[in-house]
């Protein structure tokens, strides 16, 4: 079942700017991560947040996790035009063995 | 370097012609995953598998088959394809531990799928 949802579906900025994009999801989870994908291409690995933390960052990644709105947002500082691509948050479920993909906002930043 | 391969990367086929996707890690990972990715519907798991001879459904297992007879592989077979099985897939794999949850997966480069 598809837990997670990310909002916006698309978003478009200009380089320099910051880019948020936001994830909701219904159950309750043991952590919550932040994918990338290239047009195509698998899905690379950005950020997990535990369901005990309220903040993270990595580089000019900041994710934060309200488990008490079910919603995460991941913030891109200081865009670039390699920053293109879309997005997915998933989350790994208390108890359970998979993890739950959203279906992604595609960011566009142009140069 | 640590990765997850797939093969092919590309196939077009008919309907009902079988065919194995393989999916191969050096990571000594146990869990293991496939999912298949549509326009429009995100990413949506298939099967998934713990560890060796342990797996199970996903979200959209109709029309798909796995096996992990061994912790680095673990292929996707398709009996009989049909059209609807056109797609982008995924193999992907992760540490896993009980009570914690999936950590982050790796995921391999695609197959994508054509069935006429």
């Known amino acids: 079942s598809q837990q997670g949802e990310e909002d916006p579906q698309a978003l478009s900025i200009q380089e320099g700017e910051n880019a948020t994009m936001n994830c909701s999801y219904k159950?309750?989870?043991?952590?919550l991560q932040w994918y990338r994908q290239n047009s195509g291409r698998g899905l690379v690995h950005l950020i997990l947040?535990?369901?005990?933390?309220r903040e993270k960052h990595s580089g000019r990644l900041r994710v934060t996790l309200d488990t008490s709105k079910k919603s995460s947002s991941l913030l891109i500082t200081a865009s670039r035009a390699a920053d293109t691509a879309s997005y997915f948050c998933?989350?790994?479920?208390?108890?359970?063995?998979?993890?739950?993909f959203g279906k992604g906002t595609k960011l566009s930043v142009i140069p | 370097e640590a990765q997850v391969t797939q093969n092919p990367r590309y196939l077009i086929t008919v309907t009902g012609k079988k065919l194995t996707v393989t999916c191969s890690q050096n990571?000594?990972?146990?869990?293991m995953s496939w999912y298949r990715q549509d326009p429009g519907l995100g990413l949506r798991q298939i099967y998934y598998?713990?560890?060796?001879?342990?797996?199970d459904k996903g979200d959209v297992p109709e029309g798909y088959k796995v096996s992990r007879k061994e912790k680095r592989n673990f292929p996707l077979i398709l009996e009989s394809p049909s059209p609807n099985q056109t797609s982008l897939y995924f193999c992907?794999?992760?540490?896993?531990?009980?009570?914690?949850?999936?950590?982050?997966?790796?995921f391999g480069p695609g197959t994508r799928l054509t069935v006429t």
């Open positions: 992907a794999s992760s540490l896993y531990a009980p009570g914690t949850g999936v950590y982050e997966q790796y």
């Open positions: 159950t309750s989870i043991n952590n």
């Open positions: 947040i535990r369901s005990n933390e």
């Open positions: 998933a989350t790994a479920g208390a108890g359970s063995y998979q993890l739950t």
């Open positions: 990571m000594n990972h146990e869990y």
């Open positions: 598998s713990m560890n060796v001879e342990v797996t």
